[in-house]
Structures are given as C-alpha cells and as structure tokens.
C-alpha cells in the first residue's frame, strides 16, 4: 500500500487511517496520529528505527503506569483544577498540555492526590517562567511545563522537602517549596492561593500520618520479633532446642 492511498490500517490500533499517517519502515506499516500521539510524538521516537512491537510495548507500558487511576489522565488533572478553583493557566488547551508533562512523567504505582496552576519561580509580576502544570502525588511534588520548543520536568521526593510556605499579597498568593538544593516560589491567584494553600498542606498532613503509623507498625512488628528471638534463645540455653533449631526460627522471625 503506497503512501498516496487515501486510506491504510494503523499497525497498532488497526483502525483505518487517511494521509495524515507516518509510515514506520521497519515493519513496513502506518501509524495514525492518535497512536503517535500515545508514543509521546514524532520526537520521543526515531520512526525509522523503531518496529510497530516496540511502539506497542512503549504504549502499553505507558498505559500501566497510568493503571485505572483516572486522575491520572492529563485532562482531569486539568479538570479538578477548574472544578475546584485552582487555577487554568492560559486557556485549557495548553494547562491540559502542561498536565500531559506531568501525565508522561508518573511512575509506576505513582498516585495523583490534588493538581494545581501556578507561575513557577516567581519573582515579581514581570518576572517568572510562566504556568506550571503541579500535583501532589503519593510519591513526590511533581511540576512541568509544555512550550513551543520543548517540555520541562521536575520532582521533589517528598523526604527532601524541608517546608512549604504561603505568602499572601494583593495581586497573588506566593507559594514556597524549600529543598535542601533550592526554593521554588508559585505565584497562585489570589482569590484561590489560599485554597489551594490549605489543600496542598491537608494532603502532605495526611501522607505524612499514613507514613507515621505505617512506620509505628514496622516498629512494633520488629520489637515482638525480638521478644520471640530473646524467648527463644532462653529455650537454647536451657537445652530445650539444639542451635540449629534457634538459628532457623531467628532467620524465620527477622524474614530473612
């Protein structure tokens, strides 16, 4: 099928396809705009050395790292910020783009907790690289930004975060993370900075406790596994059981 015919069958989604197609010429097959778009686009791969079965794994492996989560999606990102007043950067089109930065960037098991729309490293009205596209996930603060040249990421482990503060003026709210290598200042609009202030810190509160107990737990198991290896070693020196025997229920107790 020549690249002139008006229809051919996409090599991974087989739905027909017009002239708007790119051919990948390892496999000798087409790929439709959408499934090009699913890839990461015509600069996250090299067409020409890539096959239709390593287009479909890097898809495929995009999608489990998404899971059923739907907040996962670039669009409702966008959409809880709008539904909740927490920004909509320059027009939907492009607060949606600077989501799909974020979208591409989760890990696996990453789980997105509240988004937001900001002015990153804000210094004055004149003076900051514009909107971000930022969400709170279990894992980390992720932020990034999609632009005519290119696209920008960045990700703050949540353990590395030393505090986040919140100034509020006229004009916008100011919104600070501190790292131990630097400090990232958010311009947030006014009306909605101290929202999105206090949704931030009741997210970060809340995975802080969840971690709290978790780590309270792990502590406790650890404490009755050396209540048992201390009553075990009492049954060792009284000859009840052979050293053996002591040294596989300790191996047992502490999981190794």
């Known amino acids: 099928m020549g690249f002139f015919d008006l229809k051919a069958i996409c090599g991974v989604c087989n739905d027909e396809v017009g002239l708007n197609r790119v051919k990948v ?29 390593e287009i479909n794994a890097i898809i495929q492996d995009k999608e489990d790292k998404l899971g059923d ?5 670039a669009e409702n990102m966008y959409k809880f910020c709008k539904e909740n007043n927490f920004g909509s950067g320059f027009n939907e089109k492009w607060g949606v783009k600077h989501f799909k930065v974020l979208q591409d960037n989760l890990i696996r098991g990453e789980k ?5 729309i900001g002015l990153h490293n804000y210094q004055t009205t004149t003076k900051h690289d514009s909107n971000y596209a930022y969400a709170i996930t279990n894992k980390r603060i992720i932020f990034g930004q999609k632009s005519l040249t290119g696209e920008k990421f960045k990700a703050v482990n949540h353990e590395r975060i030393n505090d986040v503060s919140f100034n509020k003026g006229m004009i916008f709210g100011v919104l600070t993370i501190d790292t131990p290598q630097e400090k ?17 810190h009741e997210v970060l509160d809340k995975l802080k406790s969840s971690g709290d107990e978790a780590s309270s737990l792990q502590s406790s198991n650890y404490a ?33």
């Open 25 to 53: 010429k390892r496999s000798n097959a087409w790929l439709c705009p959408s499934c090009l778009k699913k890839v990461g686009g015509a600069m996250a791969i090299n067409i020409n050395k890539t096959t239709i079965d």
């Open 112 to 116: 997105v907790l509240m988004t937001f």
């Open 69 to 73: 989560d739907p907040f996962s999606r």
């Open 184 to 200: 990232f200042n958010i311009a947030l609009d006014s009306s909605s900075a101290s929202s999105i202030n206090n949704a931030i």
């Open 224 to 256: 009755s596994s050396a209540d048992e290896i201390i009553k075990f070693k009492g049954l060792l020196d009284s000859g009840i059981i052979t050293k053996e025997e002591f040294e596989a229920k300790k191996k047992q107790l502490l999981g190794l």
